[in-house]
């Protein structure tokens, strides 16, 4: 079981910049894919980004690609996204996840095996 915390969300204006963090438990964390996903009121939750084990490959959606930088910090089991140029379009919960299969991303969400609570990003005009 892999436990899944994030944190660094809050309230901005548009143009700010916002770095999340998510903090994983267990020693598998080098092993697993991590992604980002968001979820808006009455939206579905949606793909922002992910990269796998080594930090090699990474992926964005096209809303977010050129201001969101995933990456992460193995011996700290910690993934992080930095959101600059924020929008009020990116006002959302943020959700990280994780997926065994840590060699490839994926935007699918079922193809994530753990997620964790969220955290609220909001940006105003």
């Known amino acids: 079981q892999v436990q899944l915390v994030e944190s660094g969300g809050g309230l901005v204006q548009a143009g700010d910049s916002l770095r999340l963090s998510c903090a994983a438990s267990g020693r598998t964390f080098s092993t697993y894919a991590m992604g980002w996903f968001r979820q808006a009121p009455g939206k579905e939750r949606e793909f922002v980004s992910a990269?796998?084990?080594?930090?090699?490959?990474?992926t964005y959606a096209d809303s977010v690609k050129g201001r969101f930088t995933i990456s992460r910090d193995n011996a700290k089991n910690t993934v992080y996204l930095q959101m600059n140029s924020l929008k009020p379009e990116d006002t959302a919960v943020y959700y990280c996840?994780?997926?065994?299969?840590?060699?490839?991303?994926?935007?699918?969400?079922?193809?994530?095996?753990?997620w964790g609570q969220g955290t609220q990003v909001t940006v105003s005009s």
């Open positions: 996840a994780s997926r065994r299969a840590g060699w490839s991303t994926t935007t699918t969400r079922r193809e994530y095996d753990y």
């Open positions: 990269i796998n084990w080594s930090g090699s490959s990474t």
